[in-house]
């Protein structure tokens, strides 16, 4: 049996699945801690990895990546206070936003949080700041859109160029303004890209930050002395949703970086990472119960409890965001077509709208009522996301650990029955 199947299994037994809670998300702590150290391993001790928060804000799950060794990358005062509440240092969390207020900022500095600047009028904002906060320890850089191209998903593209993300560094003067800008503040002492998420290409964040380090090492050239001393280099390894292959790798992406841009792996630089998918993706699935069957047209339709509320981007956008998806019998046998003969299969979630659906017409061994569905890969952006937590009533999430037949499965987010909602009202 594998582990997936062993976690379902227990899952089961533990009859977590039960009419208040009908789809639940899994992460998987152990498998976790495998990927942490993974990329851990394949960059040298120059690398500090954070976490970027928004791919799982579970603060059980925060708490984890923590204790394994990561910093954590926010991009909103709520991670910042789920990643503060999970136990980071203030020393280890990096703030991007490209909507940062006054307040976001000056908590920033007088808490010695690290800042990523994005546009020149938080620049203006940082100067008057800055006379504040003379003694802050936070590190600070500018976030430079390098406008090199966009993947094959717009939406998570951010080199484009007209990205709203950073500083456009081809338009205009612009690579020479922020030369004079770094001149004139000796304490802007990073610099920061992310070229962009699931969808692109290695070789086009290579690129990426291959012009990140040729920017830093110009602006180093035109001061004396190394004032830039610390490179982030974003996040955004693309995860495989096709199969349980871990594909690509860290040390296939550290292999490229060292070709395009070899300077991160000479000393000269603190690097910062901000991996958020590719660390927590393939560690969570979603679990849910096949509340009815019923065919239309030639199509066979099983309709589960996990749509477009905690599958949004593969309910919005389908073609951009496919999922895995494996059929278990009630009592946690994995549908196979010896168990039961493939069908064209749409597997719909529970909302009312027609494109509440997580497969479409794709070749399943037939689901029946009472059976359950693994939606794979979901570690990440997925039940993880934050949204308001009234709104998801019947999704619970768990954590498991441990081995083989002594896996431990504990809820780390309760999810409110009918009942309770009701009676908060
Ligand atoms: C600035 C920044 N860093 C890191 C990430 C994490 O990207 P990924 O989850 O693709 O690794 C994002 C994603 O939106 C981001 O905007």
């Known amino acids: 049996m594998n582990r997936k199947q062993q976690i379902i299994q227990s899952a089961i037994e533990a009859n977590i699945i039960n009419n208040d809670l009908t789809a639940i998300g899994i992460m998987d702590l152990d498998s976790l801690?495998?990927?942490?150290?993974?990329?851990?391993?394949?960059?040298?001790?120059?690398f500090f990895h954070t976490f970027a928060v928004k791919a799982n804000a579970l603060l059980s799950v925060l708490a984890s990546i923590k204790d394994n060794g990561m910093g954590a990358e926010v991009a909103s005062p709520g991670e910042l206070l789920i990643a503060l509440e999970a136990g980071f240092n203030t020393e280890h969390i990096i703030f991007d936003s490209p909507a940062k207020t006054i307040s976001d900022l000056r908590q920033c500095l007088a808490k010695d949080i690290s800042i990523n600047i994005d546009n020149i009028q938080e620049l203006?904002?940082?100067?008057k700041l800055m006379l504040e906060y003379p003694q802050t320890k936070s590190v600070i850089g500018f976030r430079v859109n390098p406008q090199i191209g966009s993947g094959v998903i717009s939406s998570t593209s951010t080199a484009t160029a007209?990205?709203?993300?950073?500083?456009a560094l081809a338009d205009n003067n612009n690579r020479q303004t922020l030369i004079d800008i770094y001149k004139a503040?000796?304490?802007?002492t990073s610099i920061h890209t992310h070229t962009?998420?699931?969808g692109c290409e290695l070789t086009l964040m290579a690129k990426g930050v291959s012009a990140l380090t040729e920017l830093a090492e110009e602006i180093n050239d035109?001061?004396?002395?190394?004032?830039?001393?610390r490179l982030d280099i974003g996040g955004?390894?693309?995860v495989n949703f096709a199969s349980e292959e871990v594909n690509p790798t860290f040390t296939e992406y550290a292999e490229l970086l060292n070709e395009h841009a070899p300077i991160l792996f000479t000393n000269k630089y603190q690097v910062k990472t901000e991996f958020g998918r590719a660390i927590v993706a393939k560690n969570g699935v979603i679990v849910t119960r096949v509340e009815y069957t019923k065919t239309a047209g030639d199509r066979h339709i099983a309709i589960t409890h996990a749509g477009a509320q905690i599958l949004t981007r593969t309910a919005f956008l389908p073609k951009a965001w496919p999922l895995r998806i494996t059929g278990f019998t009630p009592l946690g046998k994995e549908k196979t077509a010896q168990v039961a003969e493939p069908v064209m299969t749409d597997v719909a979630g529970p909302c009312c709208f027609a494109g509440d659906l997580v497969c479409v017409n794709q070749l399943l061994p037939k689901l029946a009522i009472d059976d359950y569905v693994m939606v794979h890969d979901t570690g990440g952006y997925y039940f993880s996301n934050h949204f308001d937590y009234n709104s998801l009533p019947r999704v619970g999430v768990f954590a498991v650990s441990g081995e083989n037949q002594?896996?431990?499965?504990?809820c780390i987010r309760k999810a409110d029955s009918i009942e309770d909602v009701l009676s908060k009202m």
């Open 196 to 198: 962009g998420s699931q």
């Open 185 to 188: 503040r000796p304490w802007l």
């Open 236 to 238: 955004g390894l693309p």
């Open 33 to 46: 801690k495998k990927t942490i150290l993974a990329v851990q391993q394949a960059f040298p001790q120059n």
């Open 222 to 229: 035109n001061i004396a002395g190394q004032q830039v001393v």
């Open 162 to 167: 007209t990205s709203k993300f950073g500083y």
């Open 406 to 410: 002594n896996l431990n499965i504990k």
């Open 124 to 127: 203006e904002r940082l100067d």
